[in-house]
């Protein structure tokens, strides 16, 4: 599910904020993006803290300056000295020229270079001082809260939804049951108007009648493809108040729709194959929702 938090810190002269979002995946992958100096330790050490609040979805940690903090405080101790950035792109140059190398600098490698190249008026304090990470963590759970918060209220949207197409189903299968109770004396009625449409004698209790109706019957029963339905409808609306059930919603979403492609099959009455496919679309709607639960 999607999802945005925020929150900030400060760590000796400069202030620094957490910004977190999360979007939809089927798996579970979290970056984090920081400054250079802690780019390396950062991963190491903040990406399990997101892990503790999100099981799927695609996770974006930013720990960057936040200039505006307070006024001029980290823009100065993180602003790039362009003079140094420009002679070494003259030197870059100058060099490349007299090893007949084509040299067309664009904006990322000039980004590159100024970061090398960037004034320190105050020092960047290191990952490796405890109290730091400490301070650094607590923000970043600051901001995974705040996130799960907005995860939450959407997730709450969308079992509402959810819900209500899983009574749609429930009542196209109530009509299918209704629908399909006289599939079988339908059959008999219309092979019987065709061998009399055909002037040849009737024995209803002709062995051969009798089997043809028997095994109509059987191939177009649908009576336990229904009862696994309503089971599997029943399932999928207690997982929506469980905790990280988007795996198992998926998985009974694709039973639901194994149980309609069956009763699909199944069904020799036209009435039964619109219900069919008018609840294969509720499900493929389903289907689609599930993708962004948890």
Same mark, same amino acid.
Request: aromatic content about 6%; proline content about 2%; glycine content about 6%.
């Given at each position: 599910?999607?999802?945005?938090?925020?929150?900030?810190?400060?760590?000796?002269?400069?202030?620094?904020?957490?910004?977190?979002?999360?979007?939809?995946? /089927? $798996?579970?992958? &979290?970056?984090?993006?920081?400054? %250079?100096?802690?780019?390396?330790?950062?991963?190491?050490?903040?990406? %399990? @803290?997101?892990?503790?609040?999100?099981?799927?979805?695609? &996770? =974006?940690?930013?720990?960057?300056? *936040?200039?505006?903090? #307070?006024?001029?405080?980290?823009?100065?101790?993180?602003?790039?000295?362009?003079?140094?950035?420009?002679?070494?792109?003259?030197?870059?140059?100058?060099?490349?020229?007299?090893?007949?190398?084509?040299? &067309?600098?664009?904006?990322?490698?000039?980004? #590159?270079?100024?970061?090398?190249?960037?004034?320190?008026?105050?020092?960047? %304090?290191?990952?490796?001082?405890?109290?730091?990470?400490?301070?650094?963590?607590?923000?970043?759970?600051?901001?995974?809260?705040?996130?799960?918060?907005?995860?939450? /209220?959407?997730?709450?949207?969308?079992?509402?939804?959810?819900?209500?197409?899983?009574?749609?189903?429930?009542?196209?299968?109530?009509?299918? /049951? $209704?629908?399909?109770?006289?599939?079988?004396?339908?059959?008999?009625?219309?092979?019987?108007? /065709?061998?009399? $449409?055909?002037? +040849?004698?009737? *024995?209803?209790?002709?062995?051969?009648?009798?089997?043809?109706?028997?095994?109509?019957?059987?191939?177009?029963?649908?009576?336990?493809? +229904?009862?696994? @339905?309503?089971?599997?409808? $029943?399932?999928?609306?207690?997982? @929506?108040?469980?905790?990280?059930?988007?795996?198992?919603?998926?998985?009974?979403?694709?039973?639901?729709?194994?149980?309609?492609?069956?009763?699909?099959?199944?069904?020799?009455?036209?009435?039964?194959?619109?219900?069919?496919?008018?609840?294969?679309?509720?499900?493929? #709607?389903?289907?689609?929702?599930?993708?962004? =639960?948890?």
């Amino acid at each position: 599910m999607t999802g945005y938090g925020r929150s900030t810190f400060s760590v000796g002269k400069l202030d620094f904020a957490v910004e977190i979002s999360s979007v939809n995946q /089927r $798996g579970l992958a &979290v970056s984090v993006s920081t400054i %250079p100096e802690w780019a390396i330790a950062a991963e190491r050490l903040f990406a %399990p @803290l997101a892990k503790k609040y999100v099981s799927r979805g695609k &996770v =974006i940690i930013a720990i960057r300056p *936040d200039f505006a903090a #307070r006024a001029g405080s980290a823009a100065e101790s993180f602003s790039w000295d362009e003079e140094a950035a420009g002679a070494s792109v003259l030197r870059l140059k100058a060099a490349a020229e007299k090893l007949g190398i084509s040299f &067309v600098p664009d904006a990322k490698f000039y980004l #590159r270079l100024a970061e090398i190249h960037r004034k320190k008026s105050a020092e960047i %304090p290191s990952l490796e001082d405890a109290d730091v990470v400490a301070t650094v963590s607590a923000a970043v759970i600051s901001a995974l809260k705040k996130m799960d918060e907005m995860r939450e /209220r959407e997730g709450e949207f969308l079992r509402c939804d959810l819900l209500l197409r899983i009574e749609k189903i429930r009542a196209l299968v109530g009509k299918i /049951r $209704g629908l399909s109770a006289d599939t079988v004396k339908n059959f008999r009625a219309a092979l019987l108007s /065709r061998l009399k $449409g055909m002037d +040849l004698k009737i *024995d209803f209790d002709d062995e051969r009648f009798l089997r043809e109706i028997a095994f109509f019957a059987d191939r177009c029963d649908i009576a336990e493809e +229904l009862t696994r @339905l309503d089971s599997h409808l $029943g399932q999928f609306a207690d997982c @929506l108040g469980e905790r990280e059930s988007g795996r198992k919603l998926d998985f009974v979403c694709q039973e639901i729709l194994r149980e309609l492609n069956t009763i699909g099959s199944k069904a020799n009455n036209v009435a039964v194959t619109r219900c069919v496919i008018e609840a294969k679309n509720e499900q493929e #709607r389903l289907r689609e929702q599930v993708q962004n =639960i948890e």
